[in-house]
């Protein structure tokens, strides 16, 4: 009796014996090897790779790919191009502007703006304030722009999903034209309550630009320039509080008639936004694993990589995208109980809380003090602090470049151990700064150090290692959570700094040096270096984490 193999081609009903080299087993797409790839559980001691849908066992890892394509990997080009330019520019000068000038612009026309308030409130209550009251209604006019912040900082998640990150961008400038109306309107109307208004609506703006702009940014650029892009955020920050200090001297805009278009200003990064950002795409990672629109992604991505050749970028989309289908939506709960999410999530908090306790907000109040501890007049002490934003401006621009050569670890590393150092030895020098002019001069050189060491790695890239360390499916709300922290804790600093500060003296900077150790113990543990990582290899190291 023979046995016919004529039909060996065929697969098998019977589920037994042969497989069919056309077999999907056999030669899978790009996105059945990654499913396959998920759905396959690293192994741990005790413990067999089971293949499951329960995200709660963790036997399906909420990462996914950036990179997933079995073909040998191609030299790949920069990338950077003058669509790609212009999008960054479009994105960042008109949110984190906002961020950064509202940050600096009450500082030099402070007293200005109080003795506004004092006879704003005595018209109104014939009764002469005290100037406690005053300070305090000025310190809530500072502050409310951080409790706006926290608040736009929480809503991320939301916007980023339901209107995009384009979108949400541009909706947010709806917030700065309401904010320009009521603090440029503030002294026609005899109302400092619409300053405090208008700090909170800009305050909102700031919050969700805080996510949003770092969240675009991260899935527009490149995998080779993510840090660089990244960095133009923090870049645009410190340039705008730069720009908020020189306008706000009282030889421009510093002025008892001119305070309230200083505050008004903040409406032009907002109208170069509404003009530029519409000509650039969406995110293709949102068109496509959010919305599922394949052939609007793919044009996308086609714009802003100036090429039509980008099948690799498409194909890893599409792999993440099928990924994606067999898990659940990633929720605050997911994120703090499911081990491979809560280890980066701890990362990303803790990185941002140490932007803002580093101490560098002291520093830059101090700065001033210092200053006239050196010698320098009132004048010149304005002027040498114009030349410390100059000096984070340019350290800013030395770190953009820094950051996908030395990497993000390292530099964070740099920063914080030459920050403990040198506010160690800042703090030695106020306490006997008063006997010579040669140790104030000492003091204003530390201070210079400081800001160099922040600006290396600290102030930049908290805000977008949060996009490096989750993918699409939790990177929102992730950064909702982060970017809510990080105002917090600026707010935190400022209520505290100045009593502190009274009690302590210069002491209180000894405060700052026991945390930057802290951080930078935490920092050299636990935080990984994503340069030139794929999502892939970032997931795995942490579901690897996970199961030890």
């Known amino acids: 009796m023979s046995i016919p193999f004529a039909d060996m081609d065929r697969d098998d009903d019977d589920g037994v014996g042969f497989v069919a080299e056309s077999h999907y087993l056999k030669s899978p797409t790009v996105a059945e090897q990654q499913a396959m790839r998920l759905l396959q559980v690293p192994t741990s001691p005790g413990r ?17 790919s950036e990179n997933l394509t079995t073909r040998p990997r191609r030299e790949v080009p920069s990338g950077f191009n003058g669509r790609l330019a212009f999008a960054i520019a479009a994105s960042a000068l008109g949110s984190s502007f906002q961020h950064g000038y509202n940050t600096g612009v009450l500082n030099n026309p402070a007293k200005i703006i ?12 014939t009764v002469i304030p005290s100037q406690e009251n005053i300070t305090l209604i000025f310190s809530f006019m500072v502050a409310i722009f951080c409790v706006g912040g926290m608040i736009g900082g929480a809503i991320t998640g939301f916007v980023a999903e339901r209107f995009g990150r384009k979108g949400g961008l541009l909706l947010n400038n709806i917030l700065v034209l309401l904010a320009v109306i009521c603090m440029s309107s503030s002294k026609a109307a005899a109302s400092y309550e619409l300053i405090i208004l208008g700090r909170f609506f800009i305050g909102i703006n700031s919050g969700l630009n805080a996510g949003l702009a770092p969240m675009y940014l991260a899935e527009i650029s490149p995998v080779n320039l993510r840090g660089a892009v990244g960095t133009v955020y923090q870049l645009v920050i410190t340039i705008s509080i730069l720009i908020a200090q020189v306008v706000s001297l009282r030889s421009i805009l510093g002025t008892e008639s001119h305070w309230p278009i200083l505050l008004g200003l903040t409406i032009i990064p907002a109208i170069f936004q509404m003009v530029t950002l519409p000509f650039c795409p969406e995110s293709p990672k949102y068109l496509l694993l959010s919305r599922g629109r394949d052939l609007e992604a793919q044009k996308a991505l086609s714009w802003f990589r100036g ?35 809560r280890i980066p999530l701890i990362i990303s908090l803790t990185v941002m809380v140490a932007q803002q306790l580093s101490g560098i907000n002291a ?14 007049n009132d004048a ?3 002027y040498a602090t114009l030349g410390m934003g100059g ?45 010579s002019q040669a140790i104030g001069i000492l003091c204003v050189i530390f201070v210079l150090v400081y800001v160099i060491m922040f600006a290396t790695g600290p102030g930049s890239i908290p805000w977008f290692l949060v996009s490096e360390l989750f993918n699409q499916a939790a990177r929102p709300t992730a950064s909702a959570l982060a970017v809510c922290i990080n105002w917090t804790a600026n707010f935190l600093v400022g209520l505290a700094f100045l009593p502190l500060a009274q009690i302590m003296g210069a002491y209180v900077f000894i405060i700052f040096v026991i945390l930057q150790c802290l951080f930078l113990l935490f920092i050299y543990k636990k935080v990984p270096e994503t340069k030139n990582k794929s999502l892939e290899e970032i997931s795995a ?8």
């Open 48 to 64: 067999e790779g089971s293949i499951s849908s329960s995200v709660s066992d963790l036997d399906v890892p909420i990462y996914s």
């Open 307 to 341: 090429t039509l050749a980008v099948h690799d970028e498409m194909d890893g989309m599409r792999a993440e995208y099928d990924a994606m289908k067999l898990v659940p939506k990633v929720t605050v709960r997911e994120l703090i109980t499911n081990n491979a999410l």
């Open 380 to 382: 010149n002490s304005t």
């Open 541 to 548: 190291m942490f579901r690897q984490q996970s199961y030890q």
């Open 391 to 435: 000096i984070n401006v340019c350290m800013t621009v030395v770190s953009l470049f820094l950051v996908e050569k030395a990497g993000r670890k390292t530099l964070l590393l740099i920063g914080f151990a030459g920050m403990a150092i040198d506010t160690a030895l800042l703090t030695i020098s106020m306490a006997f700064a008063g006997q």
């Open 363 to 376: 520093v830059m109040f101090f700065s001033t003090q210092i200053f006239k501890m050196a010698g320098l």
């Open 114 to 125: 109080e003795q506004w308030i004092n006879a704003t409130k005595t018209e109104r209550d």
